[in-house]
């Protein structure tokens, strides 16, 4: 390859942003050792002054993760890039701030409320502070896609000449398409004097589903930093898709001649990973990483394929991960080896991780035979911070068939005190729902509730999705069991110790609803 490409994954701040996918520390560190041993160039940790526990996922990142770049988010205010300054610190020189201001007619005016020299003043400003603490300050213009070009020339040219190298132009509403957006990068680039002086980068949204062209679109004119997330994760119809962009640049070599520096075979394992910490499962058709991509039911692909692979497929499954993966592991099998088997999905267990999950794999090996890859994710996927739980399921009992109604009861601690209730409900799942709810408050409105089979066979584990809403709280929870209905059970109690005013009921009535 002639050419390199910087990877820079926001999937730790945009795709959070996703409704529903907050993550606590302890995921999103998982998560950001997974994009590291993947290859990533950058990590957008996150947004340090949105909460405590943002600028605690920053800063434990930065000191933990190596051998990549850790930036942090900061509007463009004196207290947002002192606070990204403080997060990355343990980073040192691998540390990056990336402040933003708005820069189309319709957000200067309706959001900031700013003139165009307001704007350009305060950006400057930001960006001299930025460069003042660290040593990469990386500057994006906020709705670039909808922005004057001699406006943006303008701004581009005065952050460089401040001590931006990294010049970000995002399409942040999903606006452009991939002509127009091409011909921006080209204008910029060839226009901006100092243009010369800095790396310039794209970050663009699926509103209308262009994100991936759009932003292979700006490579082709020069843009050599790509923003962009597993899964496609991120606001609204989300961003680019890390694993689309890498593969199409990997298979269509003789049309980009550039590369990046991904270790494609660890893609599928890391969207997994993904998937199952936010709760956004992948459709099965999505490219790369979906359970069809590579599945072939038509006589005459499949006749196409077993002739030469190249017929039908136009990469391998193994080039992404697609690998054989089944474990051979089962009840007589050490922490050891179960250890090692989850370093070669990216995820370092330490002694206290590994006794939770070891005991969870212990308890899984009693139920199955064969246990896969996606088990053990699932087990991950449950809060290994087990003594943080407020409310654990002790026990369940549901009676359900085709003469009576489903009844439900249920056994919580809450907080170190045990309460119990019934209930009937609908179905076993739904009395199950009803019981667990009655217990607490407040319990939240369903939002979502998915079933998915993690693996083949009527023995495979089911992993449910919840999605709770309570006032502006929204949360995501999974839990995963050979029974349907303890699985669905765990994702809502999951659920439930993630809503932050969630307690016991004050009276706790023994039945309800039967």
């Known amino acids: 390859m002639s050419d390199r490409l910087y990877i820079f994954d926001t999937t730790l701040r ?13 995921e999103k560190l998982r998560i950001a050792h997974a994009l590291s041993a993947l290859g990533v160039d950058i990590i957008e940790a996150g947004f340090p002054v949105a909460s405590p526990d943002d600028f605690e996922s920053v800063y434990r990142i930065a000191s933990e993760v190596k051998d990549v770049t850790i930036a942090g988010l900061a509007r463009a205010v004196s207290k947002d890039i002192e606070g990204v300054a403080k997060a990355i610190q343990p980073a040192g020189d691998r540390g990056r701030i990336h402040t933003f201001i708005a820069t189309s007619p319709i957000h200067m005016q309706a959001k900031l409320r700013m003139s165009a020299d307001e704007v350009v003043a305060q950006a400057v400003a930001a960006v001299k502070q930025a460069r003042n603490l660290v040593a990469e300050v990386e500057f994006s213009a906020e709705d670039a896609g909808r922005s004057d070009d001699d406006f943006l020339c303008r701004i581009v040219e005065q952050v460089i000449d401040a001590g931006a190298s990294i010049i970000n132009i995002p399409d942040t509403v ?8 091409g011909l921006k990068i080209k204008h910029l680039r060839e226009r901006v004097p100092n243009a010369d002086k800095a790396i310039f980068s794209v970050h663009c949204h699926n509103d209308l589903g262009l994100a991936v062209a759009n ?17 496609g994760l991120g606001e609204r119809a989300g961003n680019a898709a890390l694993e689309e962009i890498v593969m199409i640049l990997r298979t269509r070599a003789d049309r980009y001649a550039i590369d990046t520096g991904i270790d494609s075979t660890k893609i599928v394992s890391t969207s997994k990973l993904v998937a199952q910490i936010t709760g956004m499962p992948v459709q099965a058709n999505k490219a790369i990483v979906g359970a069809n991509a ?15 692979q190249k017929t039908y497929e136009i990469m391998t ?18 922490r050891a080896a179960l250890k090692a088997r989850y370093k070669t999905l990216s995820v370092e267990l330490d002694d206290a991780q590994l006794k939770v999950v070891f005991a969870r794999f212990k308890i899984l090996a009693d139920k199955k035979k064969d246990i896969f890859d996606e088990d053990l994710q699932a087990i991950l996927s449950e809060d290994t911070e087990v003594d943080m739980e407020r409310v654990k399921l002790v026990s369940l009992q549901v009676t359900s068939g085709t003469q009576d109604a489903p009844v439900a009861a249920v056994k919580l601690d809450i907080e170190g005190v045990e309460h119990e209730a019934t209930a009937q409900g609908d179905g ?3 009395a199950a729902f009803k019981a667990i709810q009655s217990l607490v408050e407040p319990n939240g409105k369903l939002l979502l509730y998915s079933v998915n089979a993690i ?3 009527t023995d495979a584990q089911g992993e449910v ?21 303890v699985a669905s059970a765990k994702a809502l109690i999951a659920a439930l110790n993630k809503l932050p005013n969630m307690h016991a009921k004050a009276v706790h009535a023994q039945y309800s609803g039967v």
Not at 14 to 26: A, K, R, T
Not at 174 to 181: A, S, V
Not at 471 to 482: F, P, Y
Request: net charge negative; hydrophobic share 30%; charged share 20%.
């Open 14 to 26: 945009d795709g959070e942003q996703s409704p529903g996918c907050s993550m606590n520390v302890e």
């Open 174 to 181: 999903g606006y452009m398409t991939p002509d127009e957006f």
């Open 215 to 231: 932003s292979l679109a700006a490579v082709e004119h020069g843009a050599r930093q790509v923003e962009c997330t597993i899964n």
């Open 294 to 308: 590579f599945a072939h039911e038509s006589g005459i692909h499949q006749d196409g394929v077993l002739k030469h």
């Open 317 to 334: 499954p193994e080039s992404v991960g697609w690998n054989t993966n089944r474990m051979v592991l089962g009840k007589h099998s050490g």
């Open 428 to 430: 076993p799942v739904d």
């Open 455 to 457: 693996t083949a066979g």
């Open 465 to 485: 999705t919840v999605r709770l809403q309570d006032a502006d709280s929204i949360v995501n929870a999974q839990g995963s069991d050979t029974d349907i209905v």
